[in-house]
């Protein structure tokens, strides 16, 4: 039998669109338990004072281990014991502020999947489902027909998973407000809007991006390696330092971003929260902190809506909504445009759980002035 070439070529064409590793890869699952904003913090067991024992939070940048894909489910009391097998915790650096490294490298494993499932589907009608946290996350990528070439593909793709791990990343601080738990029985109110947290999110995702700009091939093992070795180079390009100096930063701060007589979990350890959801991030604690940015113009022009959109589906639990205005919450699908509403949701109502005027406070915290002004 004769095969002709187009065939052939056709062949090879699908074998490039299929990644080895898409079917196998299993999504992220949690988050890596790590750090409310703080140091020595001191912890309770319902409303009981727990003795001798704190959370450090804080993390030498020589110590944080090899990066390890999904991560984020090993147990949550190895890893606050610093047993896992990363190290995570903040890091203070002279041009990104305070860098939450279990935030960095959630973001980047969500990259790094997103990108192999949608490089394999990428102009077709697909679905990822993720798993649900008070709504279901779903992504869902449009039917196209316009032709790229397998460098367009890869580009795009690379594009839209950083941007919609970024996106994911936005919600779940949103979801986090509300009183979604990673692990039941750990509430994270305190971790909410934390003002270290959507920066090295989307550190994450500019780190991940990059590795795979330049191996776009990678298997999870591989992409842990070279994750490793960027995120060093990206702290060194931030001006990372010792963590006795990172202590000596956050100390600076007690009273005006936290609280040491609050006992975790309770939310008002931390007192400062940046509510802003916007796709360029300022980092807060540093004068001319270097900014990071994503775009929702893909490289080819396009809006990312053209090849992919983040949806948040009501299932039917939504009782932690109830506050909320009728034109949010009667929606039954929610999109990133609503992101920000929720979060100005979240900034009025805490500002009258603390009693606080809704008006922007100027804050005075001699060299560590803040880019963003909001509690």
Same mark, same amino acid.
């Given at each position: 039998?004769?095969?002709?070439? =187009?065939?052939?070529?056709?062949? *090879?064409?699908?074998? &490039?669109?299929?990644?080895?590793?898409?079917?196998?890869?299993?999504?992220?699952?949690?988050?890596?338990?790590?750090?409310?904003?703080?140091?020595?913090?001191?912890?309770?067991?319902?409303?009981?004072?727990?003795?001798?024992?704190?959370?450090? #939070?804080?993390?030498?940048?020589?110590?944080?281990?090899?990066?390890?894909?999904?991560?984020? *489910?090993?147990?949550?009391?190895?890893? +606050? !014991?610093?047993?896992?097998?990363?190290?995570?915790?903040?890091?203070?650096?002279?041009?990104?502020?305070?860098?939450?490294?279990?935030?960095?490298?959630?973001?980047?494993?969500?990259?790094?999947? $997103?990108?192999?499932?949608?490089?394999?589907?990428?102009? *077709?009608?697909? @679905?990822?489902?993720? =798993?649900?946290?008070?709504?279901?996350? $779903?992504?869902?990528?449009?039917?196209?027909?316009?032709?790229?070439?397998?460098?367009?593909?890869?580009?795009?793709?690379?594009?839209?998973?950083?941007?919609?791990?970024? @996106? $994911?990343?936005?919600?779940?601080?949103?979801?986090?407000?509300?009183?979604?738990?990673?692990?039941?029985?750990?509430?994270?109110?305190?971790?909410?809007?934390? =003002?270290?947290?959507?920066?090295?999110?989307?550190?994450?995702?500019?780190?991940?991006?990059?590795?795979?700009?330049?191996?776009?091939?990678? *298997?999870?093992?591989?992409?842990?390696?070279?994750?490793?070795?960027?995120?060093?180079?990206? &702290?060194?390009? &931030?001006?990372?330092?010792?963590?006795?100096?990172?202590?000596?930063?956050?100390?600076? +701060?007690?009273?005006?971003?936290?609280?040491?007589?609050?006992?975790?979990?309770?939310?008002?350890?931390? $007192?400062?929260?940046?509510?802003?959801?916007? +796709?360029?991030?300022?980092?807060?604690?540093?004068? #001319?902190?270097?900014? !990071?940015?994503?775009?929702?113009?893909?490289?080819?022009?396009?809006?990312?809506?053209?090849?992919?959109?983040?949806?948040?589906? #009501?299932?039917?639990?939504?009782?932690?909504?109830?506050?909320?205005?009728?034109?949010?919450?009667?929606?039954?699908?929610?999109? =990133?445009?609503?992101?920000?509403?929720?979060?100005?949701?979240?900034?009025?109502?805490?500002?009258?759980?603390?009693?606080?005027?809704?008006?922007?406070?100027?804050?005075?915290?001699?060299?560590?002035?803040?880019?963003?002004?909001?509690?």
């Amino acid at each position: 039998m004769k095969i002709h070439a =187009p065939f052939i070529a056709g062949l *090879s064409l699908c074998a &490039l669109l299929v990644s080895p590793y898409s079917k196998a890869l299993d999504a992220p699952v949690g988050v890596r338990p790590c750090c409310a904003f703080g140091q020595d913090l001191k912890t309770e067991l319902l409303g009981i004072p727990i003795p001798f024992f704190s959370v450090e #939070n804080i993390v030498d940048a020589s110590r944080l281990g090899k990066h390890i894909y999904n991560d984020g *489910s090993q147990n949550v009391i190895s890893s +606050l !014991l610093g047993l896992g097998d990363e190290s995570n915790g903040l890091i203070f650096t002279s041009k990104g502020g305070f860098i939450d490294t279990a935030h960095v490298r959630d973001t980047a494993d969500f990259t790094y999947y $997103l990108y192999q499932q949608i490089y394999q589907h990428l102009g *077709s009608d697909y @679905r990822i489902t993720l =798993p649900t946290e008070l709504r279901k996350r $779903l992504i869902k990528l449009n039917k196209s027909k316009q032709a790229l070439t397998y460098r367009e593909r890869q580009a795009i793709s690379i594009e839209l998973a950083a941007l919609l791990a970024f @996106r $994911l990343a936005q919600w779940h601080e949103i979801a986090q407000w509300f009183g979604y738990e990673s692990v039941v029985g750990f509430p994270e109110l305190v971790s909410a809007f934390s =003002p270290e947290d959507l920066y090295s999110n989307m550190l994450g995702a500019i780190t991940a991006k990059q590795v795979l700009e330049q191996q776009p091939d990678l *298997s999870p093992s591989d992409f842990s390696q070279a994750m490793t070795d960027a995120f060093n180079d990206q &702290l060194q390009q &931030l001006g990372s330092v010792s963590a006795e100096e990172t202590k000596r930063h956050i100390q600076q +701060l007690n009273g005006q971003w936290w609280d040491h007589n609050t006992r975790l979990p309770q939310k008002w350890v931390v $007192l400062k929260r940046d509510y802003q959801l916007g +796709l360029t991030r300022y980092p807060n604690g540093v004068k #001319n902190g270097i900014p !990071l940015s994503l775009s929702t113009q893909l490289s080819n022009g396009d809006n990312n809506s053209v090849w992919a959109e983040l949806y948040l589906h #009501n299932v039917g639990n939504e009782e932690t909504f109830n506050a909320l205005p009728h034109e949010l919450k009667n929606n039954m699908v929610w999109q =990133p445009a609503q992101f920000q509403q929720l979060a100005n949701f979240a900034k009025q109502q805490d500002h009258k759980e603390r009693g606080k005027s809704t008006q922007v406070v100027k804050e005075k915290v001699s060299e560590y002035s803040l880019t963003t002004n909001y509690l």
